[in-house]
């Protein structure tokens, strides 16, 4: 630890202090009543204005007592995150540090106010487009490479990592924070994975006081998901479409219970590698000709390959990479190539909290018979407008599919 993070060690230790107790519970057993929040209030409002001698509550007790009276019933809430952490808090969270910046996205979703997000990744300041609001919001680097100085000097009641990817580098962001700063809460969860992502949504409502909005977004969301898994739960295993199923490397595929092979199931398609144990194997493209899928899917727009999305107009580079996934040697035997079922995504819709509306894609590409009408670039439309509070036309910007 560097002298100047001991130092700042030092100064929040002195600082911090760990209050156990709800604030404005008089009696102290645990449940705040409408008569103890009333009579703080009046306490208050006595003291400061008509001189009274009763000693008032500080204005963020007062205002911490309403948030838990209103959100929480009134008592200490305590919530398991997706890592299986249980935590309990008697005090509302309201100065975030985000090193995940798939849960910015998320809580973006449920109507957070930015003013509540004190740091962000790094990510998150490279994409002034999808992340306006944020820009100029302390930067804590990655989760691969944080900033610690940074992070312990905004000095946040929560810091938010991932739930099962980079744990080790998680871990080691805690047990560094913790040391500096106990006071510190760490919440686990990863935003993008379809298991888990409809209870993330509503722990986080919970928490943050967001309730009526995580539920507004789920049932767009459930609207979204509900139309594709509605229609594809009734295909029996055996006739679902086989899919290959490519990242943004060549010929790296997804094994068994990845996240992409997750989204291939939801989409009703077999996923040709899904019995490699292996979450992301690189697989021989002789596998593949052998294999012989109906559907090729190609992902881009990670690592490298840096092209489409949100900041970028041109399709050119997608019908590139489209041509070359087709001239590859031999891969003209397989039947995706054959009947022109080659296609490009681009991870701005399929690789985080917006992976709904890649697997409407995925589905009206697997079963475009079943799903005439689904329109997989108006639910992103509607996501961006209502949820992302975003003012982009997708009629006018973006490039995420191809062929359109």
Wanted: aromatic share 10%.
């Amino acid at each position: 630890m560097t002298g100047r993070l001991i130092l700042l060690a030092c100064a929040l230790c002195l600082l911090t202090g760990v209050v156990m107790a709800i604030p404005c519970d008089r009696d102290g057993d645990g449940t705040l009543t409408a008569s103890e929040l009333a009579t703080a209030i009046l306490d208050s409002l006595d003291a400061r204005h008509m001189g009274g001698a009763i000693e008032a509550s500080p204005p963020a007790d007062l205002r911490d007592a309403a948030f838990i009276y209103k959100h929480w019933d009134g008592k200490a809430l305590t919530i398991t995150d997706t890592s299986g952490r249980t935590t309990t808090l008697t005090r509302p969270i309201r100065r975030i540090a985000l090193f995940n910046s798939d849960s910015l996205e998320m809580l973006r979703s449920i109507g957070l106010e930015p003013d509540r997000i004190v740091g962000v990744s790094k990510y998150v300041l490279e994409d002034p487009i999808f992340y306006p609001e944020y820009q100029g919001t302390a930067n804590l680097g990655s989760v691969w490479s944080p900033d610690y100085e940074q992070a312990a000097s905004i000095r946040p009641d929560a810091v938010f990592l991932y739930a099962t990817i980079s744990r080790s580098s998680c871990d080691d962001i805690e047990n560094t924070l913790r040391s500096i700063d106990p006071g510190i809460r760490f919440l686990r969860f990863d935003s993008f994975r379809p298991t888990v992502y409809a209870d993330e949504v509503r722990t986080l409502g919970l928490l943050l006081g967001k309730r009526e909005d995580a539920d507004r977004f789920l049932a767009f969301y459930g609207d979204a998901t509900g139309s594709v898994a509605g229609v594809v739960d009734a295909i029996p295993e055996n006739d679902r479409i086989p899919v290959y199923l490519e990242n943004w490397n060549e010929y790296k595929s997804a094994g068994k219970g990845s996240g992409y092979d997750e989204k291939i199931e939801l989409a009703g398609g077999r996923n040709i590698f899904g019995d490699n144990p292996v979450e992301y194997p690189v697989v021989d493209p002789e596998a593949v000709i052998s294999r012989n899928p109906d559907v090729i899917v190609k992902i881009v727009g990670a690592a490298e390959v840096t092209f489409g999305g949100y900041g970028d107009d041109e399709i050119s580079p997608f019908k590139e990479v489209h041509h070359a996934i087709s001239d590859r040697p031999v891969w003209n035997q397989i039947k995706a190539v054959r009947n022109d079922r080659v296609h490009i995504i681009h991870t701005d819709v399929i690789g985080g909290p917006e992976y709904f509306i890649g697997t409407a894609y995925f589905a009206k590409w697997f079963y475009p018979d079943l799903f005439p009408d689904l329109d997989p670039r108006a639910i992103h439309q509607q996501y961006l407008k209502e949820f992302q509070r975003l003012d982009y036309d997708l009629d006018k910007h973006g490039t995420f599919v191809y062929p359109t």
